[in-house]
């Protein structure tokens, strides 16, 4: 597979795009929250797929790394995707609570307001820890996939995502006291008979990070 990438068969790359394409737009549509920016991003790292054909190497099984490395350099150089995000996001309807960011359920996340409080803390991650956590816990890849993606050793790659994960309790377990409070200012108070929805599950959200 990989000598016919490098020799430019149609074939191959129309296998590589067919197997491979969910990926990158999937890992696009969550680092960007813009699903028509994630169309874009898959255009042209398969666009820089074909220009950079002659640089995969054969290591390793699959081309994926190489692929997604090119996905992540792409995403680095859209000069636009900061004012096409913020707008993304002022289209989002706001949310109540933080949702909990164990790996296990971040990495189902599908819907445009979960992206929205994920990005939330991930905005407030170091780029080199966001791009690690984003192809390791969202898009899948292992520690020596994302290594060759990134151009890093693996124990670089282990050890920001340690980092990325730990810093991202503590901003999500921030923001989520940030929502709280703003909520405690606009709901009615309990002697009003009504009950102030959510406090538990935010209470539980905050044990279960602190475990």
Known sequence: MHARLRAGEPEAFRELFRDHSPLVYRHAVRVTGDWAMAQDVVSLTFLEAWRLRDRLRDEGDSPRPWLMGIATNVLRNMTRAARRHERA???????????????????????????????????????????????????????????????????????????????????????????????????????????????????????????
């Open 89 to 211: 996001l002022s289209r989002m309807p706001a949310r109540d609570a933080l949702p909990d960011f164990a790996e296990e359920l971040v990495g189902r996340i599908a819907d445009a307001e979960q992206i929205k409080a994920a990005h939330t803390a991930l905005a407030q991650l170091r780029r080199a820890e966001r791009e690690v956590f984003t192809l390791c816990v969202w898009s899948g890849l292992g520690y020596a996939e994302a290594a060759e993606a990134l151009g890093v050793p693996v124990g670089t790659v282990r050890s920001r995502l340690a980092r990325a994960r730990t810093r991202l309790r503590k901003l999500a377990a921030k923001e989520l006291k940030r929502q709280q409070a703003v909520r405690t200012n606009r709901e009615p108070l309990a002697g009003d008979g009504q009950t102030q929805d959510g406090r538990t599950d935010a209470a539980r959200s905050m044990e279960e990070w602190n475990r």
